[in-house]
């Protein structure tokens, strides 16, 4: 699994100019697993080179909150000073945000429509079992639960 983007990439972006570069990459891997995790298949082979935007996008975002806010704080007063970290709705982390899992999911072409088989193991009704209709026509239902049917 590779990284979707560079530390030249962040550092290109405001906020990252001075930041360590070692800690940039850790948060780089993360990160990117995390949006490679979210999209799987669709994202297993893909690169820095060929990252879809969007995707890079959501990166710097996910990047920065983990570069300025790594112990993931929501707030912190000291004195008469305060800083509130945005959470929308959650504690600031790395973790993909609901808005940002619909963009790369989105980009990735990883729609939310989907199929399921459902088997339903219901008990046959008692009225189910005669055969026979109440007009005395052959019951196609029995014919299918009792597996005497076409």
């Known amino acids: 699994m590779s990284a979707l983007v560079t530390i030249e990439f962040l550092q290109a972006r405001p906020g990252f100019a ?3 570069e070692t800690t940039l990459q850790g948060t780089i891997d993360d990160a990117s697993a995390l949006v490679i995790l979210e999209c799987a298949p669709y994202l297993d082979d ?5 990252c879809p935007a969007a995707i890079a996008a959501v990166l710097v975002s996910m990047c920065r909150r983990g570069t300025r806010n790594p112990s993931g704080n929501a707030q912190e007063t000291l004195g008469d000073y305060s800083y509130s970290a945005g959470t929308e709705g959650g504690v600031p982390s790395i973790y993909l945000t609901a808005r940002e899992r619909r963009i790369v999911r989105r980009a990735a072409g990883k729609l939310g429509a989907n199929t399921t088989r459902l ?3 219901l008990p046959v009704q008692r009225s189910e079992l005669t055969g026979v209709t109440a007009t005395g026509q052959p019951d196609a239902w029995h014919a299918v639960t009792a597996g005497t049917g076409d």
């Not at 893909?46 to 060929?50: G, I, N, Q, S, V």
Request: aromatic residues 10%; proline residues 0%; hydrophobic residues 20%.
């Open 46 to 50: 893909t690169t820095d080179a060929d």
């Open 119 to 121: 088997d339903g193991y």
């Open 18 to 20: 001075g930041a360590d």
